[in-house]
């Protein structure tokens, strides 16, 4: 059995998914998100996001995770999205997954096994992915995390 997250960060939100792959099924276990808290200077918004992450991590014995970035060639760089994504990689890498990524556009679909140009399709709820149910009903950031966390379940 493996278990995997998926993040994509905003500024003010973590969305995560995790997902589990046993006997050739898979299971959305848990579709989600953690705010983060304004009220808190912006070292201490890292360090609630790190710690709530990696009660996650543990509580669902996660193997495998891929966290969604900023692509290279975005218009709008957000200083604080990069904060985020910089504390979640660090987590993964001190954390007691065994396999993740970070993944940009090209490199989650091809961990999908689909073309490039089909990413925005499915992230943006236009067409159906794997026969998810309700999957026009999330979000764009959810379903990117979602495809986050299956992409990570073939590394």
Do not use: H
């Not at 989650?108 to 067409?127: C, Q, V």
Request: hydrophobic share 40%; proline share 3%.
């Amino acid at each position: 059995m493996r278990k995997s997250i998926g993040i994509r960060v905003t500024p003010s939100t973590v969305y995560f998914s995790v997902v589990t792959y046993e006997n050739e099924e898979l299971e959305i276990t848990l579709v989600d998100k953690i705010n983060n808290p304004k009220a808190l200077n912006i070292p201490e918004q890292l360090k609630f996001l790190r710690n709530t992450l990696c009660d996650i991590i543990n509580e669902f014995s996660i193997t495998n995770a891929c966290i969604r970035i900023t692509e290279s060639n975005a218009q709008s760089i957000n200083i604080t999205r990069i904060y985020i994504e910089g504390v979640i990689q660090e987590l993964f890498a001190s954390s007691t997954i065994v396999k993740y990524y970070v993944g940009q556009i090209s490199s989650i679909s091809a961990n999908l096994g689909i073309e490039r140009a089909t990413f925005k399709p499915f992230a943006e709820g236009k067409d159906s992915f794997m026969e998810i149910e309700n999957w026009q009903n999330f979000s764009l950031e959810q379903r990117e995390s979602l495809m986050s966390a299956i992409s990570a379940l073939n590394i």
